[in-house]
């Protein structure tokens, strides 16, 4: 669950009026503290959104920035300590505040994509791949972590499964560090931190949360027309 920006001297394309898009934006605010209000208008959450904002360039022309949150999790991350509420599905009729890099005043914000909770779609097909492809990429490396409790905690018990697993999740990060493996070794080595006879059931418990990620990855990777 993620902002990423990335940046471009694009023109700004048709499609960023699309009719009927379940996310608008209003109280664009600029300078230090930039920031966006979005509201979801649909009858059902939104899990991800992309977001332009467009500027003006000095020299002429146009800057375009696009910022996609992605929030299919939240559906089991919300309310953890950690959980970022700004990177959580927008419930119907629900608005939130996004913060944004610093913009220039007179700078505009348009919502180009939005994926459902059902798995349509709508907006730029560009900027709908790519949220897509992300999903895929994520379900494959939660796919990993659940294999990887899945044959150790079937043999293994304590400081020998916490070990069997840091061996595991190391070799994940080294050949791709995506959040899920990161943050499946994160936890294992926090484990291995602790003394008395919890590591085999704070283990299981996060196998089981990472299953419940996973299932949720699955079911959301995948378009629906």
């Known amino acids: 669950m993620s902002i990423t920006a990335f940046a471009g001297a694009l023109l700004i394309s048709s499609a960023i009026n699309v009719p009927d898009m379940p996310v608008t934006v209003s109280d664009v605010t600029t300078g230090a503290s930039s920031h966006v209000r979005v509201t979801n208008t649909a009858s059902q959450p939104v899990t991800a959104w992309s977001l332009a904002v467009t500027s003006e360039k000095p020299g002429g022309g146009l800057h375009r920035e696009v910022y996609t949150t992605e929030g299919y999790l939240s559906e089991v991350t919300h309310g953890l300590p950690r959980a970022a509420e700004r990177l959580e599905r927008l419930m119907p009729n629900e608005s939130r505040e996004l ?5 220039p005043e007179g700078a505009k914000a348009h919502v180009i994509a939005a994926v459902m909770n059902d798995g349509t779609a709508i907006g730029e097909e560009a900027a709908i791949a790519s949220i897509f492809a992300n999903r895929v990429k994520e379900r494959d490396a939660l796919k990993a972590v659940v294999d990887a409790f899945g044959d150790v905690l079937r043999t293994k018990h304590g400081s020998e499964a916490l070990a069997a697993l840091k061996d595991r999740f190391t070799a994940l990060v080294e050949h791709d560090d995506t959040v899920p493996c990161h943050a499946a070794l994160d936890a294992v080595q926090a484990y291995a931190k602790k003394e008395g006879k919890d590591i085999d059931e704070s283990l ?13 990855a699955v079911k ?3 378009r629906k027309n």
């Open 99 to 103: 913060p944004l890099d610093p913009l």
């Open 220 to 222: 959301h990777s995948q």
């Open 204 to 216: 299981r418990t996060y196998a089981d949360f990472v299953n419940k990620e996973y299932a949720l």
